[in-house]
C-alpha cells in the first residue's frame, strides 16, 4: 500500500531481483555456518596449544590443574568467542540494512523491492534446511563416538580415533552453528524491515543506494575478517602436527 503496487507484480521469478535475493540469503546462510564453525576450531586450537605447553596432564604426581592456568584456558575461549562473535554480528546487521536499502524503489522502477523479500525468505528456507541437516549430521558423529566406545569396545584403536575426528566436526555443528539459525532469521527479519520502512520512505529513497552499497562494502570486509583473522598461525599448526 504504501509503494502503491501489487506485490505478484514483482514478487516472481520473472525478475531477476528475486532469484538474485533467494541465492544471497543461502550465501548468507552457508557463510554463517562456516565462519561460525572456524572461531570455534581456532579457539579449541589456541586452548589446546596453551594446555600442552603449561598443563602437564601426563605428569602422575600433578592431581589436578592449576587455577591460574585454567582461568587462561577460559580466557582463550572466551576471546575467540567474542572476536568471532563480533565479525558475524556486524556483517549480518550490515547486509540485513545494506539489501533493504538496494531494495528500495528507483527511477526505473519498484522491481528491486523483490530483492530483500526473497532474501527472507532465502534466510528463511536455507537456514531451517540448514539446521536440521547439522543438528542431526552433529548428533551423528557425536553418537557414533559413544557407540565405538561403549558398545563396541573399540576404545584407542583405528576405528575409535576415526570416531573422535568425526566428535570433533559434530560438536560444532549440532552445537555452534545449527542452533544458532533460528536467532539469525529473527534478526535478520527484524531489523531488515525496519531498515526497509525507513529505504522506500520518500526523503530517504533517493539515498538507498549509496548507503546499501557502502554497507554491503562494510559487510564484505567483516565476511573476510571472519576467516581470515580467525585463522590458525602456521606455526601453532606446525606445533600441533608434529605432536
Known amino acids: 500500500e504504501t509503494l502503491g503496487i501489487q506485490p505478484e507484480a514483482i514478487l516472481n521469478l ?20 562456516g565462519a561460525s564453525m572456524q572461531a570455534v576450531t581456532t579457539g579449541a586450537y589456541s586452548a589446546v596449544e596453551y594446555i600442552k605447553k603449561h598443563i602437564k596432564i601426563d605428569d602422575q604426581s ?14 582463550i575461549c572466551t576471546q ?3 572476536k568471532g562473535m563480533i565479525n558475524i554480528f556486524i556483517a549480518l546487521f550490515s547486509f540485513a540494512l545494506a539489501f533493504a536499502c538496494l531494495s528500495a524503489p528507483n527511477a526505473h522502477g519498484a522491481e528491486p523491492v523483490s530483492l530483500f523479500v526473497s532474501y ?17 549430521a552433529g548428533g551423528c558423529w557425536d553418537n557414533a563416538k559413544k557407540v565405538v566406545e561403549v558398545d563396541l569396545g573399540e576404545k584407542g584403536t583405528p576405528l575409535h580415533q576415526a570416531a573422535v575426528v568425526g566428535d570433533t566436526v559434530g560438536d560444532p555443528f549440532k552445537d555452534t552453528s545449527s542452533v544458532a539459525m533460528n536467532p539469525i532469521i529473527k534478526f535478520t527479519t527484524l ?8 529505504a522506500i520512505s520518500e526523503s530517504f529513497r533517493e539515498y538507498a543506494t549509496w548507503v546499501g552499497a557502502v554497507l554491503v562494502v562494510v ?20 606445533n600441533a602436527s608434529e605432536q
Open 14 to 33: 520473472l525478475n531477476p531481483f528475486t532469484l538474485l535475493g533467494f541465492i544471497l540469503g543461502g550465501a548468507v546462510i552457508y557463510w554463517f555456518s
Open 191 to 198: 531489523f531488515g524491515l525496519l531498515a526497509m520502512e525507513i
Open 120 to 136: 527472507l525468505i532465502g534466510i528463511a528456507v536455507f537456514g531451517l534446511f540448514q539446521a536440521v541437516f547439522m543438528a542431526n
Open 219 to 238: 559487510a564484505l570486509i567483516f565476511v573476510i575478517r571472519s576467516f581470515y583473522s580467525m585463522r590458525i598461525p602456521e606455526m601453532k599448526a606446525e
Open 80 to 82: 575467540y568467542a567474542q
Open 62 to 75: 600433578v592431581k589436578s590443574a592449576n587455577v591460574e592456568n585454567s582461568k587462561e584456558v577460559v580466557k
